[in-house]
């Protein structure tokens, strides 16, 4: 079902392409992890859970953690370069300033 939210979301454009990769990604693995049990077995036997269905929750969750240490990285850069322009702009307001009083 999210696949298909995703899906709807990036043709009407609301999902930036960046973005939609990551979604469209942890859809994609979620679903096959949903559909070949076998597959949720053998991860869920590995990492030693008690019931290997759990551990799609462990997976969702560390996909979750991803996707948000990844929008992270991508405020901070935008505040970075918000900041930078604001400065760039308030020099440029300071040379326009000093223009019309000469």
């Known amino acids: 079902m999210l696949l298909l939210i995703v ?4 043709r009407r454009k609301k999902l930036f392409a960046g973005y ?3 979604w469209v990604a942890a859809c994609l693995v979620v679903l096959v992890l949903s559909l070949f049990r076998v597959i949720i077995d053998k991860i869920g036997k590995a990492l030693g859970i008690a019931y290997p269905p759990s551990a799609l929750y462990l997976i969702i969750f560390a ?11 991508k405020f901070s850069t935008l505040n970075k370069q918000v900041k930078d322009l604001a400065s760039v702009v ?4 300071q040379k326009l300033d000093k223009d019309k009083d000469k």
Not at 63 to 73: A, E, H, K, P
Not at 90 to 93: E, F, G, M, P, S
Request: proline fraction near 0%; charge should be negative; hydrophobic fraction near 70%.
């Open 7 to 10: 899906l709807e979301l990036i």
């Open 20 to 22: 939609s990769l990551i």
């Open 63 to 73: 996909f979750t953690l991803m996707i948000l240490i990844d929008y992270s990285i």
């Open 90 to 93: 308030a020099i440029l307001q």
